[in-house]
Each structure stands twice: as C-alpha cells, then as structure tokens.
C-alpha cells in the first residue's frame, strides 16, 4: 500500500458500495468506454448489497487485510476512550416559613462507555444549624443500552441518629422525548427495603433559558419505625427550576419545590408533631466540569 492510501485508510474503511458506482458513473460521464463485460471472478472481492454483511468498499481497492487492521485501530482511538466528568445539579439555598436552610445534588463518574465507576451525592441542612441528612454513594455502573446504565454498589446515609449502609441496585439513563430517568433501590444491613424513582426534563425556552420540572417518589417495602416510614409509598417531591445557560458548564437558577409524606408515613409524621408537607422556594446553581 502506498503512502496516500495508507493516510486515506480509515476514512475509505467506512466508506460504502456507492463509492464504485460512483466512480463507474463519472467515468462515463468523462467520456471513457465501458469494458466489455467480463465473466465474474469469484476469487475478487465483490461489491455486497444493503442486506448482507457490513460492506467495505475499500477492501475493493486495496489489500483488505491492511484495511482490516485500520479499521481496528481506528476503533480502538474512538470506542476505548476513558472519560470523566464532575456534574452539580444543585448547589442551592431553600427559603420556607422563615427557615433558611442549603441543599445539594452532585455526582460524577471516571471510565470507559461500557464500564464506569459512578458516585452520587445529596443532602440538605440549616443554615447556622446542623446536617439534616446526607448520603454518598459508590457504583460500579455498566452499559445495558446505549441510553441506559445498570448500576450496583453501596450507599451511606445520615438522618440524625439514623445512619445507614445500604446496598444498591439501580438503572440510569435516559427514556424517549428526552426524559432523564432514574430508580434505585435499597437493601440495609438492617433488613430495610426501601425504592425510589425520579424523572426530569429540560424545556428549552430559548437557547439559554430552560424549565426544569422534575419528581421523585420513596416507597418502602415493609414498616421501618427506626426509620420513620410506613409501608407502601412513604414521600413525594415536585420541583420546577428555571435556569439561565450562560454556557453548558455553568448555569443560575430559581425555583419551587413542594414535598409531601404519603400513606402511613404522613400519619407517623403527624404523630410524632413533625411537618408532613412543606413548600420552599430556591436559588441555585448548576454546574459541571
């Protein structure tokens, strides 16, 4: 193979049967006389049709087994690239009934496109007060599809005298129109099963200003007194975030957020004299790196 197509390798890896139509056709449109037609050499490289196999035209022109190694190592530099990527959803200050408090939602991942190591962050306080909960996630996340990941690994918890480990099973990814989607559910070294399921979506405005509506939901699969949850469907979150893009890295925002206990929950909640319901308003920011 001579220099010029060793440089044009890759590119007519990919290239597709048209390129020898397309080259008989200008040839006679130039002027040039067809040959005369030949008895098939069966020993050729043939031209394959739509149906059949992944066509490699350039296999045609030159010796296909160095097409076959260029083809290879050009995925090799596309497909085995290592990634990462820091991704703040929320970093934000809450406003509700007079109580100033923080919030915040981040997660990241280090890897390949199949295999990926993920971890996930949230929690929430007062201001000029204490942590009210917090938890940390480490995954081992695996491609199932090309729109959605497969994820395992263990979680920690705080919510006050609460602590816990949990193990994970969760699925991540994104469903048709664009919706983002992700359930998890967990396993503690307690015995408590306990799920949650979350959706959001970004309504573009205008190239800048997005709408951001988003919904989470906890269930538990048995009563956990220790933990304050009833059976069933235990707690409800809706939000609307409204944010600016002054580029894809870095984003202000406002919004709403309206949190309710369901089911036997809301009655332990009310009980105990604690808040089944509550209404905040945000201020944020939105970033990644």
Partial sequence: MNVAAAALAPFLACATPAIAQDHSAHQNHAGHRAAPEAHPDHSAPQPLSAPDATPHAADLYF????????????????????????????????????????????????????????????????????LEAAELQLLYSRAVTPYFDVQAGIRQSYAHDRDRTDFVLGVQGLAPYWFEVGAEAFLSTEGELTARAEAEYDLRLTQRLILQPSAEIHLAAQDAPALGLG???TDIELSL?????????????????????????????????????????????????
């Fill in 231 to 233: 059976a069933g469907f």
């Fill in 63 to 130: 010796d296909p087994a160095e097409m076959a190694r260029a083809r290879e190592q050009m995925r090799i530099e596309n497909g085995q690239v290592i990634t990462h990527a820091l991704i703040i959803e929320q970093l934000e200050a809450t406003f509700a009934d007079g109580r100033e408090g923080y919030a915040w939602a981040a997660q990241g991942w280090y890897g390949g496109d199949i295999h990926r190591f993920w971890w996930k962050s949230e929690g929430e306080g007062a201001i000029a007060g204490e």
């Fill in 241 to 289: 975030r409204l944010r600016y893009e002054f580029n894809r890295r870095f984003a202000p925002y406002i919004g709403l957020e309206w949190a309710s206990a369901l089911g036997e929950t809301r009655s332990m909640r009310q009980a105990g004299g604690g808040d089944a319901e509550a209404a905040r308003a945000l201020i944020g920011v939105r970033a990644w790196f």
